[in-house]
């Protein structure tokens, strides 16, 4: 299969995931906390006739506001009970730990340099929808929703690629796909600068949807999913079609019915059973990946949100922040495709995770920015990673589980700068442990069956696909039908061998 085919398999499924890095981390620009300070009290003008002390606006602050415990800042949440004219004085030394204060009774005034509004300094605080919603609390409500249809967009999309794409591609493809993720990222960076209002970017982030959601049609359905549902004339159009595609006109004299099931017959009468969740677990080699599964998505969402989410603590611009933070993505997954492609999944996966978090740890002792970049660039590259292992509806959920908890980790900030950083990294080195027991997948046939898992075993028994006389290419699995090898090589380009 082309390269160029692949792209147009696998790649077009990718554009909606241009958007969906803008979804996740819209909230940074959404929900961003612009600087703010008591609002002075109503009609402070005329009952402290502040006009007699001839002061600018900047002044007249000081009177009002005390500074807050770095000396830098004006306190965010306090105001004087009654101004105190003598601290507008040059030179003043004023003690004010003892005067009076009292909390915001009037709310709050915000700096709009940095953003024009946000939900913080409108609202107090699905899709398109939560750009005209009047409360938090709706707004909460329909990005809740919003994000139970993205995780949804990533899975599916992912699935469909994996499923289509051969398997010595899929590495290549998976790396180069995701970097529609980065460009989104970028992307958000300045549809924010230009917009700065948190209606208007949550409109032009959610309009592109309606596109993708017209052309989503147009995808070749699973074809595995086809044949487990008795549509397995549906499926063999969808193989034709691939393979017209890709050259291979003459496969649909070959590619038949017959062949189609042979290839599928194991999995066939495996979905006559019904599975949940627990078979998972139930067995030993099942359990074992599954569980390491479950700690590396945790752990790799969890440190990745853990930074993405907090571009306001680094000190500078958080369009720029987040440029860089998108810009750096491109060489870690390259970094990441060159060793997926030669030292494996598993040496891949635990070189991120224990890269990443030296990275988190050292950034507590010296320059935040830069290694915070290159910390996110690893958790980036480990996202590239895991996704390249399967067991996505179950494990994934664990990634949803690590991205809210990374926010309220934060909150420990108070207790010690340091510990918000200790948590992310602890668990990062934690997972990279745990993604030393998965299994090698680098050339490899997946399994189709949790018994193709029990039976396997151990890495030793999941050998490289050879193909051989009367063994079909459908990852190992014997024919009952004797089809001819030439026969097979081809349905194997036809994209049969991602079944």
């Known amino acids: 299969m082309g390269f160029a085919e692949l792209l147009e398999e696998g790649g077009d499924r990718s554009l909606p995931g241009l958007m969906m890095a803008s979804q996740n981390l819209l909230n940074n620009f959404v929900s961003g906390s612009p600087a703010h300070h008591c609002r002075l009290p109503t009609n402070h003008s005329s009952r402290y006739n502040v006009s007699h002390y001839q002061v600018d606006e900047k002044q007249l602050l000081r009177a009002f506001i005390p500074m807050d415990s770095s000396g830098s800042r004006l306190d965010r949440c306090r105001r004087f009970v009654e101004p105190q004219w003598q601290l507008l ?32 300094s409108e609202l107090g605080v699905l899709g398109c929808s939560s750009a005209f919603l009047p409360s938090y609390s709706t707004y909460c409500a329909f990005r809740f929703l919003s994000g139970m249809a993205v995780s949804g967009v990533i899975l599916n999309g992912f699935s469909l690629k994996v499923e289509w794409i051969p398997i010595k591609q899929r590495t290549l493809v998976g790396t180069l796909t995701s970097f529609f993720f980065t460009f989104g990222q970028m992307i958000l960076a300045g549809l924010a600068y230009w917009l700065r209002d948190w209606r208007k970017l949550q409109l032009v982030v959610c309009l592109p949807q309606f596109l993708f959601f017209s052309y989503a049609w147009w995808f070749s359905e699973s074809a595995r999913w086809l044949v487990l549902n008795r549509r397995s004339e549906d ?5 034709h079609r691939v393979a017209r595609v890709n050259g291979k006109k003459d496969i649909k004299d070959t590619l038949t019915l017959e062949v189609l099931h042979s290839h599928m017959k194991k999995e066939m009468d495996s979905s006559r059973s019904t599975f949940t969740a627990y078979d998972l677990l139930r067995t030993r080699q099942m359990r074992r990946i599954s569980i390491c599964l479950l700690v590396v998505w945790f752990a790799t969402s969890f440190a990745y949100y853990g930074l993405a989410m907090d571009l306001q603590k680094f000190g500078v611009s958080i369009y720029q922040i987040q440029l860089i933070f998108g810009a750096m993505d491109f060489p870690a997954k390259l970094v990441a495709l060159g060793m997926l492609s030669y030292l494996g999944r598993r040496v891949s996966q635990a070189t991120c995770l224990f890269v990443s978090a030296l990275f988190i740890f050292a950034n507590i002792l010296t320059v935040r920015t830069t290694l915070a970049c290159l910390g996110k660039c690893f958790t980036s590259a480990s996202f590239t990673t895991v996704y390249l292992y399967t067991g996505l509806g179950f494990v994934s959920t664990m990634a949803r589980v690590g991205s809210m908890a990374a926010p309220a980790v934060l909150i420990l900030d108070e207790v010690l700068p340091a510990l918000p950083s200790v948590v992310y990294g602890g668990a990062a080195v ?27 075993g151990s890495e030793t028994n999941l050998t490289p696909l050879q193909p051989e006389e009367g ?22 380009g036809s994209g049969l061998n991602a079944l």
């Open 235 to 239: 499926a063999l159009k969808s193989l």
């Open 471 to 492: 063994v079909a290419l459908k990852e190992g699995v014997a024919t009952t039908e004797g089809v001819a090898l030439k026969e097979l090589k081809e349905a194997e």
């Open 89 to 120: 004085a040059a030179n003043s030394s004023a003690n004010v730990s003892q005067i009076p204060t009292e909390g915001c009774l009037d709310g709050w005034a915000y700096d709009r340099s940095e953003f024009l509004s946000t939900t913080v």
């Open 430 to 456: 934690l997972a990279s442990i745990f993604a030393c027991f998965l299994p090698e997948t680098l050339n490899k046939p997946l399994p189709d069956t949790i018994e193709d898992v029990e039976e396997n």
